[in-house]
């Protein structure tokens, strides 16, 4: 897990001055913030996002309002498919790496990208494009639909800051004709979005255009159900050089419109001409500065709120304090993932055998352990394979054999104990009938026997059905304790296990006949010899009726 001990080992708080530090790429500190972003994304290459939610930073936005513009002016390459519609139809797991003076020379003073699951450098950001659209269209098809299955791609660049981004689907309302978006796309977009951004680590970039009205925007709605306070998320005005003449987003981007915690930057991006006539990136975010820098209005606005590079290090700093927040909450939950992780692995045992004496003794101690487990059980003995935090699950009643059994039996001794009046549904009618039954040639006033006997067998006959039905409850008790140790003891074997449970319950059944057995007998004598001489028959006293 070296995962986890790099995360102990290498960070620690980062304070402003530092944060401000990592901007230079050749201080020691950058370094170390680069190895923070990796350890998550190699959380996240294991699988752990499934477990564990880890920091992201999270693009959302209607369709067209400017995401692929905004992430290839943070990229700094043109790269991203473009055309009518929704052009993102996957999310986009972005990895960007910073490359150092000395790594950037030796790939020729290029940059490049890599698909995941490809070693293949792609310094051709043409390709690029070309195998995110055909990736998209291998899964989602080629006819415009949506499928919830991420790409990822790492691009380094010495302009590149080190960042991971997730690029989402766009808000899409009314479904392109004659394609595969269904009525639904709407629902369907929105949902993807909601389910990456509900995490409260996630940052949010939520990004809208300038010229249209801010109030109605489908990434600030979306934003303000998950984060209404504005504490993680980061306000992008796109296409803020075509607004009407005479407007400008001065109060918005100074948040006197809508108030966001980490405030608004604001984006020149390429217009399509630039992009049909493959205007550089650079070339627009050099445009973009000057147009800022010369602009009256915005040029006297703080430099933080506008401009590629306010976004790029707002986005960095934002992303690395929320790592460092949430870095020990999340080693505590990978301790504890660990810890759980590692008792199921010891409850698998030792390894599987293979020779057949090690074969024989292993299914000797399996069948060992279960018995022991279930003897203890019933006697209610200690035994800690029992209350191990593994088996969590197990109903503790059912886990106590021998405490359930006598609950069973104390429920039918108390139903029918010594409270029980077994002939307080007789009248004294009744009773006078039977005495007329079998008075026969005898003499008036000395009843026979019989006439007890008469009124007590049908009794006794009443108790057969809760016994035998208490009988069948011990049993039931019993075999699901033992289906519950076999499950444990053998899980690793599946067909052994299922051979087990055939051959306890067949040993339950036969035991279940024999005791049967052995309860009739006793209900046969109980009714053989009728005993008359119990004493708290004979020294009951008289009920007020008999009075």
Known sequence: MCIRDSINAEYGDFSSGEMAEAEDASSPLYSNLRQLISVVDDLRDVGLQQYIALPSVV??????????????????????????????????????VHLSEHQH??????????????????????????????LTNRVAGSNKGIVDEPIKLTIYGRDTPDLTLIDLPGI??????????????????????????????TVILAVMPANTDMTTSDALQIARQVDPEGSRTIGVLTKIDIMDKGTNARKALMGQEIA???????????????????????????????????????????????????????????LFGHI??????????????????????????????????EITHSLWNMVTAFCEMFRASIRGSYDRRLHSSVIQKIDPKAISGGAKIRYILNQLLKEYGEHHEATEEYTDSDIETAIRIHEGDTLPGFPS???????????????????????????????????QLLNK??????????????????????ELERTREVVESVIQAEEGYIFTNDTCLLYTSPSPRDS
């Open 324 to 357: 460092k927040h949430y870095l020990p909450t999340i080693t505590k939950e990978l301790d504890c993932k660990l810890r759980l992780t590692n008792e199921e692995f010891k409850a698998l045992g030792a390894p599987v055998p293979i020779g057949h004496e």
């Open 489 to 510: 003891v053998f899980r690793r074997f599946p067909e052994l296990h299922s051979e087990t449970i055939g051959i306890v319950s067949a040993i339950l059944n036969q």
């Open 260 to 318: 966001l915690k980490l405030g608004f930057v604001g984006m020149k991006n390429r217009s399509q001409a630039d992009i049909i006539d493959k205007k550089p990136v650079q070339a627009a975010v050099a445009d973009e500065l000057a147009f800022f820098s010369d602009h009256p209005v915005y040029s006297a606005l703080p430099t933080q709120t506008w401009g590629t590079k306010a976004l790029v290090d707002k986005v960095t700093s934002v």
């Open 449 to 483: 026997v019989d006439v007890f006997e008469y009124l007590i067998r049908p009794l006794l006959e009443k108790l057969r059905e809760p016994i035998m039905d208490t009988l069948n409850e011990v049993y039931m008790s019993l075999d699901n304790l033992a289906n």
């Open 172 to 201: 899409t309302r009314v479904p392109m004709s004659g394609s595969d978006q269904t009525d639904e796309i709407e629902a369907v977009t929105r949902s993807m979005t909601m389910r990456y951004v509900k995490d409260p680590r």
């Open 105 to 134: 020379k030796l790939e020729g003073g290029k940059s490049w990208a890599c698909f995941d699951g490809s070693e293949q450098k792609l310094y051709d950001f043409d390709m690029v494009r070309d195998e995110i659209s055909s």
């Open 59 to 96: 693009v959302v936005g209607s369709q067209s309002a400017g995401k692929s513009s905004v992430l290839e002016s943070i990229v700094g390459q043109d790269f991203l498919p473009r055309g009518e519609g929704v052009c993102t139809r996957r999310p986009l797991e972005l990895r960007l």
